[in-house]
């Protein structure tokens, strides 16, 4: 198995480490799935990646129908509306990645394609948006992580992905863990980036603060149970995973989406731990508290509490 094209749909803070990388590899052909005025600028201006711009081919679903490799790098509100597109672009022998945050696009997405066409993946990467498109630090970012869910775990496709990676700009390794490996970031996303984005500081604030601490912990035990009852032993991940140093100023994907102005991905995380609590019997206030307060902060950037004193008074009891 080799792979000579690869789709990415979503181009934006995961899609563009991925264009970057491959953009070196000159023996394959790179498209971004895109439709409409999306593909209209696309075509237009590029991808603007750490000061540089890229040009990837733009295909409509069908263009990039069979194409050896699709890679899915969508915000999870995107996933829903994205289904059907990316059913168009799998052929029979698509490998599908999916570089999304949390724990459950995977499923999502077999569930139009079936499950035969996934590799499980995902992806550690600091990247932003600034005026003149993404940034990240190459030699500072982790890169994707990728493995079969079963043995045999050196697949002719985990061979193949491996060979496309090699010699290209994107870091990445192979794990025989890769659930365990999900769920360790899922963690990591849901202790550190939800607390954060509520106070509006930097990740500097956990080791600060006993109170933000406090927070988190009660997030991961909340989650932590959970993936006990799943069947997932975080412990395997917590030997093979490699962390990297952060600034005190970092301020994580869910922060940055309130920052902007944007609906975050709360429903993958603490809406998610919710579902999976109620179905396993396991109690999630710190969640559910959590995903409240993140909803209602998405509706004070979309206006809905902009007072300016005409309104019918409220009554406090």
């Known amino acids: 198995m080799k792979i000579q094209s690869v789709a990415i749909l979503g181009a934006g803070a995961v899609g563009s480490y991925i264009i970057w990388g491959l953009s070196k590899k000159d023996n394959i052909r790179l498209g971004v799935i895109a439709e409409g005025d999306r593909a209209r600028r696309l075509k237009e201006s590029g991808c603007a990646i750490n000061g540089a711009v ?3 081919e733009v295909w409509t679903p069908q263009e990039a129908q069979g194409v050896d490799l699709l890679v899915v ?11 059907e597109s990316i059913k168009t672009a799998v052929g029979s022998n698509t490998v599908v990645m999916s570089l999304m945050n949390g724990v459950d696009s995977e499923e999502l997405i077999a569930a139009q394609v079936g499950a035969e066409h996934l590799l499980y993946s995902f992806i550690k990467v600091a990247s932003h948006k600034e005026a003149d498109g993404y940034h990240f630090d190459p030699d500072a970012t982790l890169g994707v992580i990728y493995g079969e869910r079963f043995a045999p775990f050196e697949s002719e496709r985990v061979k193949a992905v491996r060979e496309l990676f090699t010699d290209s700009g994107v870091n990445f390794r192979v794990t025989e863990h890769i659930q365990e490996e999900m769920w360790s970031k899922f963690r990591l996303n849901v202790c550190n980036n939800l607390p954060q984005a509520i106070l509006g500081a930097g990740v500097g604030c956990y080791r600060d603060s006993v109170h933000m601490k ?7 035990r909340e989650l932590e149970a959970i993936a006990t009852a799943r069947g997932i032993d975080l412990r395997i991940a917590d030997a093979v995973s490699h962390g990297c140093a952060v600034p005190a100023t970092a301020r994580y994907s869910t922060l940055q989406d309130l920052d902007a102005g944007r609906h975050t991905e709360i429903d993958m995380f603490s809406g998610a ?5 109620k179905e396993l019997g396991i109690p999630t206030p710190y969640n559910e508290y959590t ?10 950037n979309d206006g809905l509490f902009d007072y300016d ?5 409220t009554w406090a009891k």
């Open 54 to 56: 890229y040009r990837p």
């Open 73 to 83: 790098a969508l915000k999870y509100g995107s996933l829903p509306g994205a289904l």
């Open 214 to 220: 406090a927070i988190s912990d009660g997030l991961r």
């Open 273 to 277: 731990l919710m579902r999976m609590g």
């Open 291 to 300: 995903y409240h307060m993140i909803k209602a902060m998405e509706e004070k």
């Open 309 to 313: 004193g005409t309104e019918e008074p």
